[in-house]
């Protein structure tokens, strides 16, 4: 999805570029095209957005009267694992992953799937936010409901939402924290070309980091996802960077995502020069902003937007616009909410925080294994 050629054009072309890659691979391994187009359409769908959702559907390829009868139990397993990323990303995790393990998916079809789940997140909340921006609703909410009654709630309530503040002040931390994968990384020494090439091409990746290893599972995406961050977390003018760590934090928050939440928290709280703001976001949440006007609009669409489906309003985009956030600075702010959409969903649903030097993981619905976290974790989602 293409955004408007006047914003930030590197993000467009690298969200297209990503979708391509993971919707039409070369290599596309026992997670085939079909597959592939099934679990985006249903995340669309689930966060209401029927164009993206026949969009992603085209993609898949038309089956021939002699094709093979499908795996049943692998389709069940990729629905069911998109509808959690998809609702609940604080709750998809380790057993997750051990059901698609089951069913027969090596580490990299499994990357490729969160990372397909994920991409449709962002996708779908800045096609929503441009909808509004447009004077259109955000989603459609009755195809939402009639997607999610086709497959079925995962669990009961399985929407989570923002956590309370005693929740807040057991989970989060502006502390720096490791990163735990569930699954096996890619070796630092066993890096092949393509993978090599990524790391060699942004200064903002490691070899050193077992998630950015772990995304390398499939380099394509992970080349094409950071020159859309790199573009909407650094680039030049629009949202003061300060407010876009804001955004990302909230976001963080909201969707539960503890690692994510610490790394923004502290570059918000550098930017804004305020740690205490920082710590009353990770505390409070959007209820920490009430006081500040320009503040409290852009916690209350961030909160919106974030929901799925999302729910942020007109009413919303004119406070925003009230506040002086406009243009390219309104823009960012679409974007910023629906990157970490994105973010969240890679970081949570793949590995666990842990507090350095530690074995224990801080948050995730199984625990981690005993081992020692690796060093080089990434200083962004």
Request: glycine share 8%; aromatic share 4%.
């Amino acid at each position: 999805m293409s955004d408007d050629e006047h914003y930030r054009p590197a993000v467009g072309t690298h969200a297209d570029a990503a979708g391509a890659a993971l919707l039409r691979p070369a290599r596309p391994g026992r997670l085939g095209p079909a597959l592939r187009a099934e679990a985006a359409a249903l995340a669309a769908e689930l966060a209401g957005q029927p164009a993206r959702a026949a969009a992603y559907r085209s993609y898949a390829p038309r089956t021939p009267d002699a094709a093979p009868e499908p795996d049943l139990a692998l389709a069940a397993a990729v629905r069911a694992y998109t509808r959690a990323v998809t609702l609940a990303p604080s709750r998809a995790g380790r057993a997750q992953i051990a059901e698609l393990e089951r069913v027969g998916l090596a580490a990299a079809d499994i990357v490729a799937l969160a990372q397909i789940v994920a991409f449709v997140s962002y996708e779908a909340r800045v096609a929503s936010g441009l909808a509004l921006l447009d004077g259109a609703p955000a989603a459609d909410t009755a195809l939402a409901a009639r997607a999610l009654a086709r497959i079925g709630p995962a669990e009961p309530d399985a929407r989570p939402a923002e956590p309370d503040a005693a929740a807040a002040e057991r989970r989060f931390t502006l502390d720096p924290l490791t990163w735990v994968p569930w699954i096996e990384p890619v070796p630092a020494d066993a890096l092949d070309a393509d993978q090599r090439a990524v790391l060699d091409a942004h200064a903002t990746l490691s070899a050193d980091s077992p998630y950015y290893r772990t995304l390398l599972h499939d380099p394509a995406a992970l080349d094409h996802r950071t020159h859309v961050y790199n573009a909407l977390m650094y680039g030049r003018g629009g949202l003061p960077r300060a407010e876009r760590e804001l955004i990302t934090l909230l976001v963080s928050r909201i969707n539960g995502c503890v690692y994510c939440a610490s790394v923004h928290g502290r570059k918000f709280a550098q930017l804004g020069r305020d740690t205490e703001a920082a710590r009353r976001v990770l505390d409070e949440g959007t209820a920490a902003l009430a006081g500040d006007p320009r503040r409290a609009a852009l916690g209350r669409f961030t909160k919106r937007q974030t929901a799925t489906p999302p729910a942020a309003t007109a009413d919303d985009v004119a406070a925003l616009r009230a506040a002086g956030i406009d243009g390219t600075a309104l823009l960012d702010v679409v974007h910023c909410v629906a990157l970490f959409g994105w973010a969240n969903r890679l970081m949570q649903v793949l590995g666990a925080p842990a507090v350095p030097g530690s074995c224990t993981q801080t948050s995730g619905p199984v625990a981690a294994p005993a081992a020692t976290p690796a060093a080089g974790s990434p200083s962004h989602g």
